[in-house]
């Protein structure tokens, strides 16, 4: 089978990193595996595989008839028969459908408000779903919305997924003290709510002033970072930084001791699945699917709730034998259930269905 990724930036996203894995991963099936940045191209067009075949578009408008002709060669030229089209990129990916019909065309909706899905605007989206021939939602309640709401009754719900295969190493390294360095890896936007986690932070250093706070994820609302910045600042915070996107992220995990979400809203958050990858320990809000892929593997808080978030925290700091166990058992979970191995059999029968 031939499949192509389409996503509309190569920033360091959890949609933007989920089809970057898709594409690395099936290249090193008996399938080949290509990848269309639509937009614009950043930090994950690196860790792409040699074996992976990838185009960029350079789409100026949401009209862009070059860009549009330039996909359709390329799938015409590639005898592509799979269009995976991630978030956004599907009013696009429908344009070239509709010029290569003999191509099937697989939405997969990665929406990261799940909790708040009825006041999405979805009216292009639900033209655009005539043209899908299958639905891939990170959630139950995105699959039971896209049944109600959009043109395509083939919905699937499938868990985001995780590899560690040619994860490099990084001359980076996080400061602070070994057993005290925390970790969270939500581009800077509301939703992730990093206020909670500073906040949380905040209540924490009284007790551990050695714990250090190390904040990964790209800029993406300036008047939410400034509030961040100022907030740091005007409680005299020590110990936090900010890294902004990143590519390599495994390896900088791999230098963590706590990972941590503090979101307000979640789909099924990528950085979560990546946590137990490498072998964190983690303390996350109960938003999203976080709760079923947590379980007992972990520390679950209520979300907006800062003195929980805290206790959470102080809870894995003090006891080092609760963190290793709890890391052990979360990163084995990850492994068995969130590898792509687990996840291929399901793919493939939803691009051949």
Known sequence: MRVLQVIDSLDAGGAERMAVTLANALSRTSHDSFLCATRKEG???ATLAPEVGYVFLNKRTA?????????????????????????????FATLAKKMSPGVRLVWHDHYGDSEHVSQRRFKVLKYCSRYFDGIISVNETLKAWALEQLHCSHVNYLQNFVSIDNVEATEDHLPGEEGY???????????????NLLTAYKLVLPQYPNVTLHLVGARQE?????????????NELTGVY?????GNVLSLLRMADIGILSSRSEGLPVALLEYGMAGLPVVCTRV????EVVGDR????PSQDPEALAT????LLEDQAMRDALAHKFQQHIKKTYSFEAVLPILLRMYTS
Do not use: M, T, W
Not at 298 to 301: I, M, R
Not at 312 to 315: D, E
């Open 288 to 291: 999203g699917q976080c709760p």
């Open 298 to 301: 972990g520390l679950l808080v």
């Open 222 to 234: 300036a008047a939410y970072v400034q509030s961040l910045e100022d907030y740091v600042k005007s």
């Open 63 to 91: 009209y862009d008839v070059l860009a549009l002709q330039k996909l359709v060669r390329f799938i015409h030229r590639h005898k592509i028969e799979v269009v995976h089209a991630h978030s956004s990129s599907y009013f």
């Open 242 to 246: 900010f890294y902004g996107a990143q």
């Open 312 to 315: 959470g925290i102080r809870q």
């Open 181 to 195: 360095r925390l970790l969270c890896l939500a581009n800077l936007r509301s939703q992730k709510d990093h206020l």
């Open 43 to 45: 930090l994950l067009k």
